[in-house]
């Protein structure tokens, strides 16, 4: 059961243009969004994260929108570089007696073309 | 430098034998979790535990078990009974305390079975 869904699955920009991923999720236990970039043959790292009594985040030239009534949200890479080429994931985590877990949506390649 | 690692960095197993993925992290986290990394799936809980010598299985356990003896170890076996298991494999730890599940990943150990 795929509680997370990611879109696009690939996306290629020119630099300096704007990247936007965006995930849908249907539990609506989930109370922490986080997103992750990883490089190939890396683990990923936590790049932004949002709980859901915010609707917009900003660090950088990455924001993350939440929609907490739509249950979508989304990473908006500001004028991307070359060097943001990597696979994002969005994450939603959920509290459970056993403890936290993260749940993960498919992925996205993202290209920036100089 | 604190963080996780991981080894061996890449391992190769023949059919039938059983392998075991080390995972240590110095950041004094309480939970660990494995995740396993497909191709256009994401990434997918396999166990995780949020003390020592206690765990939960994940979404895919099937064929996989693990221990957690020490805060700092988290070692996962993969059992002759997993029936695909090429793939990559991804530890992590966070912190518990607090509303976050702010999870850091290892460097992965990318699994192949001859």
């Known amino acids: 059961q795929q509680q997370v869904k990611q879109s696009p699955q690939s996306l290629i920009v020119q630099k300096g243009g704007i990247s936007i991923i965006n995930c849908a999720y249907e539990?609506?236990?989930?109370?922490?969004f986080p997103w992750y970039q990883q490089f190939p043959g890396k683990g990923p790292a936590l790049l932004i994260a949002?709980?859901?009594?915010?609707s917009e985040k900003k660090e950088g030239r990455f924001t993350i929108s939440f929609n907490k009534s739509a249950k979508q949200f989304s990473l908006h890479i500001m004028d991307s570089q070359p060097g943001d080429s990597a696979t994002y994931f969005c994450?939603?985590?959920?509290?459970?007696?056993?403890?936290?877990?993260?749940?993960f949506g498919e992925g996205t390649q993202l290209t920036v073309n100089p | 430098d604190g963080g996780i690692t991981q080894s061996p960095k890449y391992l190769f197993r023949k059919e039938g034998q059983n392998v075991t993925l080390s995972c240590e992290q110095n950041?004094?986290?309480?939970?660990m979790y494995w995740y396993r990394q497909d191709p256009g799936q994401g990434l997918r809980l396999i166990y995780y535990?949020?003390?020592?010598?206690?765990?939960q299985k994940g979404d895919i356990a099937e064929g996989y078990s693990v221990s957690r003896e020490k805060k700092e170890s988290f070692p996962l076996t993969v059992t002759s009974a997993q029936k695909n298991p090429t793939a990559f494999y991804l530890c992590?730890?966070?912190?518990?305390?607090?509303?976050?599940?702010?999870?850091?990943f290892g460097p992965g150990t990318r699994l192949t079975v001859l």
């Open positions: 994450a939603a985590s959920q509290r459970e007696t056993s403890g936290s877990r993260l749940t």
């Open positions: 539990n609506t236990a989930f109370d922490y």
């Open positions: 535990s949020q003390i020592v010598n206690d765990f």
């Open positions: 992590a730890s966070s912190k518990i305390a607090g509303n976050y599940n702010e999870q850091f």
């Open positions: 949002i709980r859901p009594d915010v």
């Open positions: 950041l004094n986290h309480d939970a």
